[in-house]
């Protein structure tokens, strides 16, 4: 028994390194090696992200995705590998109770963004059940850079992928009120005005939502 604890510590430790590795090789790659990531690499990193090998490998296999993903057609590689679940995962398991955690917490969030830059990677965030109301919980209890792209993701829901359905489980799972309280507390400009512009284009469908604390509809540009 403790030979096969050895082993596998011995082996989470192998995949820790390489994915560390894995990083660091391409971000010296040149673009040509970017675009040309194979999609192998993708589910690699994905698995480390939903193993837990280590906070190091996490942060590694994070970043990986942020800084890789948005090359080529490399979005629907990592989201066919199945980036958009592990990173709704990881926003559900997360406490952010420490400076790391909610580090990790901001890179999801950031990695969850990157996913929603093409249609496939928006489709697996709305059709996740937890995907639109983790993002939402998020929104205001994180910091400000996971508050940021929190809004962002919304708002790339909102532009491309807004059917009748996610129009009103934006309703249902509390994102229309975290728009809303947004406008009424300090966040960046940026944010503010991209909150603005989502409860502008769904308003008619908003405004008489019973999901919608009557004093918040106030709010509504």
């Known amino acids: 028994m403790e030979n096969y604890s050895n082993s596998k510590r011995d082996h989470h430790q192998s995949r820790a390194y390489a ?7 391409f971000r010296a790659a040149e ?11 993708f589910a690699a990193v994905v698995s480390v992200l939903k193993d837990r090998i280590s906070e190091s490998a996490t942060k590694a296999a994070l970043k990986f995705l942020i800084e890789v993903s948005p090359w080529g057609r490399n979005r629907i590689k990592a989201v066919e590998g199945g980036a958009v679940a592990a990173l709704i995962e990881l926003l559900l398991e997360s406490d952010h109770c420490s400076s790391a955690a909610r580090r990790a917490t901001e890179l999801a969030m950031r990695g969850v963004e990157v996913m929603c830059g093409c249609a496939e990677g928006r489709a697996e965030v709305v059709g996740h059940a937890a995907g639109l109301a983790v993002v939402s919980k998020k929104m205001l209890r994180v910091s400000h850079a996971a508050t940021d792209g929190a809004v962002r993701i919304v708002a790339a829901v909102s532009r491309y992928s807004a059917t009748k359905g996610v129009v009103a489980e934006m309703a249902e799972v509390g994102v229309v009120a975290k728009l809303c309280l947004l406008l009424q507390v300090d966040v960046s400009w ?25 004093h918040l509809i106030s709010s509504f540009p």
Not at 19 to 25: D, F, G, H
Not at 200 to 214: L, V
């Open 19 to 25: 994915t560390i590795l894995l990083r660091s090789a």
């Open 31 to 41: 673009p040509i090696q970017l675009v040309n990531a194979r999609s192998e690499i």
């Open 190 to 214: 940026k944010s503010k005005e991209k909150a603005r512009e989502v409860l502008r284009a769904h308003s008619r469908a908003w405004r008489n939502s019973p999901c919608i604390p009557p």
